[in-house]
């Protein structure tokens, strides 16, 4: 049976992750409150983010803003676009 949570990025029962995604309370949180829908979503959007603004992942600062970033993300406030992407058509 698949785990569900409520998901805070979409407002609705979603199927969960299956492991949290980080040790420790911020891994706990995230589990019992954000979708594998979200999660892909965001991990999707991380990518962009560091290739578009070329984060350095070693680099602590970089680290924070996409901490930070998650949190708007998931919040749903006003997170930042990778500046250059242009979503592809719907039109088919």
Request: hydrophobic share 30%.
């Amino acid at each position: 049976m698949t785990r569900t949570v409520f998901c805070r990025k979409y407002q609705q029962e979603l199927p969960g992750l299956q492991a949290p995604p980080y040790p420790g309370a911020k891994g706990q949180e995230l589990f019992d409150t954000i979708s594998q829908k979200a999660w892909n979503d965001w991990m999707h959007h991380q990518t962009m983010l560091i290739n578009e603004k070329h984060l350095n992942m070693m680099d602590m600062t970089a680290r924070t803003y996409l901490s930070e970033q998650m949190e708007k993300f998931f919040s749903g406030g006003d997170y930042d676009a990778a500046e250059g992407y242009v979503p592809p058509s719907q039109d088919g």
